[in-house]
């Protein structure tokens, strides 16, 4: 296996969505829309603003992303959340202050059984994430 990366459906809040995860976490930022697409003339106008295919690249760790193009609708999910073991104090309390903002706090930041830092939250998007530093 070359590598394992996270991939988010959004409805019509990819640009939005990924625009936010690059100013919290930096990175670069790369994105086609459907109407960039070679079938992109083809599409409601609609569809061809919506983001066929993204990504955020942060050193080796990559988070993908589009918006849907299917009827249903995108629902959120506790069976899954993107984890991001971070090097320092510091660094996850900044994640946190920027990723949780105008989320849903789960677990509040803070020094744990394990002797690590932890906190849980869902974003703005309804996005699930966990952050951890071990000491």
Same mark, same amino acid.
């Given at each position: ?20 995860? +690059?100013? =919290? ?16 003339? +083809? ?22 992303? !589009? ?16 984890? &991001?073991? =971070?090097? !320092? ?27 690590? &830092? ?14 951890? =530093?071990?000491?």
């Amino acid at each position: 296996m070359k590598q394992l990366n996270a991939y988010l459906l959004f409805d019509g809040r990819c640009r939005e969505a990924m625009s936010f995860y +690059q100013e =919290c976490l930096g990175g670069e930022l790369k994105w086609m829309t459907a109407g960039e697409a070679p079938m992109g003339a +083809q599409m409601p106008p609609d569809a061809q603003r919506r983001i066929m295919h993204s990504t955020l690249t942060i050193g080796p760790f990559v988070l993908s992303a !589009s918006d849907t193009f299917r009827s249903e609708t995108i629902t959120a999910s506790n069976s899954m959340a993107l984890m &991001i073991d =971070c090097s !320092s104090e510091d660094e996850i309390r900044a994640y946190f202050s920027k990723l949780s903002a105008g989320g849903t706090i789960i677990a509040p930041l803070k020094k744990e059984f394990w002797g690590g &830092i932890f906190a849980q939250f869902t974003d703005k998007f309804g996005k699930e994430w966990m952050l951890n =530093c071990d000491k």
